[in-house]
């Protein structure tokens, strides 16, 4: 950092390790403006841990999650080995370098059951677990709660009973109240037609939420159930969110096909992608 305070007309960068990359060294990074990491990854986590040893991986993927936040560049550097060759000449391996979620993001999934949602909380919320994040879980539906287990994330029980817009004035309460960066589980928002019965309502709701979040930087996943909405709806919420994902579990195997990833860019975003657990 003294370097980069020394010669402002030069870029430096340098390789690391990253895992004493934190909040307070970013803040430095975004006053100098002149230093890019690249941050040496071996694959996954099995693979990166196994050379690097246990949880660099996850300190890894939380210094990338700060310089992300703080819109930071950063770069990575990979040692191919005859372990991971195949792994980190892969599309999934790049994808989740590049991308992964973005705060602000709000992420709606398409699915079948309440089981299919559920599964794809899980990984969510156990990165967000090891991120230390605030965490909120909004239960208003009738179904069985999305997070079986919530030890460590505060479950706020919302009446839909009450009406539309009383419903929506306690929801944007608790993400005022929860401020910047939280990280939100809803039930499946399909479940608010027994309680208001109008998909209109429904939009209505998410087009006024999804922006609020998104000012205050946070990630939120919600739910679809698939074939129970107009497709008026299902075009409105599209145009609101940054990510909208059909989610299909067949034979024991799960596929995503994005429908909508909001500025972010590949030749086979589009495409259907199997699901493997290390992603």
């Keep these: 950092i ?9 870029v430096f960068s340098t390789f690391t390790n990253g895992t004493l990359i934190d909040e307070a060294f970013a803040e430095e990074m975004l006053r100098v403006q002149n230093f890019v990491p690249a941050i040496s990854i071996e ?14 991986y996850q300190k890894i993927i939380r210094a990338m ?25 892969s599309e999934a391996y790049f994808d989740q370098m590049i991308d992964m979620l973005r705060m602000g993001d709000n992420v709606v999934w398409q699915v079948d059951s309440i089981e299919d949602y559920r599964y794809m909380t899980e990984a969510y919320i156990a ?17 069985e709660p999305v997070l079986r287990d919530t030890e460590g994330i505060r479950v706020c029980e919302v009446d839909s009973g009450q009406g539309f817009e009383a419903f929506a004035s306690q929801i944007r309460d608790i993400i005022t109240e929860a401020g910047l960066d939280a990280f939100y589980v809803f039930d499946s928002l399909t479940f608010l037609l027994d309680a208001w019965h109008s998909d209109l309502m429904i939009g209505n709701f ?32 599209r ?37 493997k657990e290390q992603e």
């Design 43 to 56: 694959g996954f986590e099995e693979a990166t841990d196994s050379r690097r040893g246990n949880g660099t």
């Design 65 to 89: 999650n700060i310089l992300r936040e703080k819109k930071l560049p950063f770069g990575i550097s990979c040692c191919y080995t005859s372990a991971n060759a195949e792994v980190i000449g």
């Design 239 to 275: 145009e609101t969110t940054q990510l909208l994902l059909e989610l299909y579990h067949i034979e024991g195997n799960y596929y995503v096909h994005p429908l909508k990833v909001w500025q972010r860019y590949s030749p086979t975003m589009f495409l259907p992608h199997l699901l």
């Design 2 to 10: 003294r370097l980069c305070e020394e010669h402002p007309d030069c």
């Design 206 to 237: 998410f087009q006024v939420t999804c922006p609020y979040l998104y000012e205050l930087n946070t990630v939120a996943y919600f739910a679809l159930i698939r074939n129970a909405h107009t497709y008026d709806t299902i075009a409105r919420i």
């Design 127 to 143: 990165q967000a677990k090891r991120d230390r994040r605030n965490m909120i879980y909004i239960r208003f539906a009738s179904h």
